[in-house]
């Protein structure tokens, strides 16, 4: 059973940092894109950066270029959400996510977030002002 488990969110003030984790497992994701989408309250899902598991190509959205940085450890069949200089507009829930796409597909692809292949729950991220 493939499972998406993030981790590292939680309430950090404004101009602060957080690291995001998500752990995958239950098959190898060669081949596969990896990457996370936000979402908060009352507003539409939301795509953020994404990385090609075998080459590590990665692809960021515009709103987080610059302060957040993807990156993955295949040994450890973790990706992670490194996030910097975080403002109140940064507070979402923030999913994981796998499919058989590109980075760029993966982040320009509409419906957002449409045809992936795995999910995981999710981590709240709260950014206080």
């Known amino acids: 059973q493939v499972q998406l488990v993030e981790s590292g969110g939680g309430l950090v003030q404004a101009g602060g940092s957080l690291s995001l984790s998500c752990a995958a497992s239950?098959?190898?994701?060669?081949?596969?894109?990896m990457g996370w989408f936000r979402q908060a309250p009352g507003e539409e899902r939301e795509f953020v950066a994404s990385?090609?598991?075998?080459?590590?190509?990665?692809y960021v959205a515009d709103s987080v270029k610059g302060r957040f940085t993807i990156s993955r450890d295949n040994a450890k069949n973790t990706m992670y959400l490194q996030m910097n200089s975080l403002k109140a507009e940064d507070a979402a829930v923030y999913y994981c996510?796998?499919?058989?796409?590109?980075?760029?597909?993966?982040?320009?692809?509409?419906?957002?977030?449409?045809?992936?292949?795995?999910w995981g729950k999710g981590t709240l991220v709260t950014v206080s002002s």
């Open positions: 996510t796998a499919g058989r796409t590109s980075p760029h597909g993966m982040g320009t692809g509409r419906p957002v977030g449409y045809g992936m292949d795995y």
């Open positions: 239950g098959r190898t994701f060669g081949g596969y894109t």
């Open positions: 990385i090609s598991w075998s080459d590590g190509i990665t």
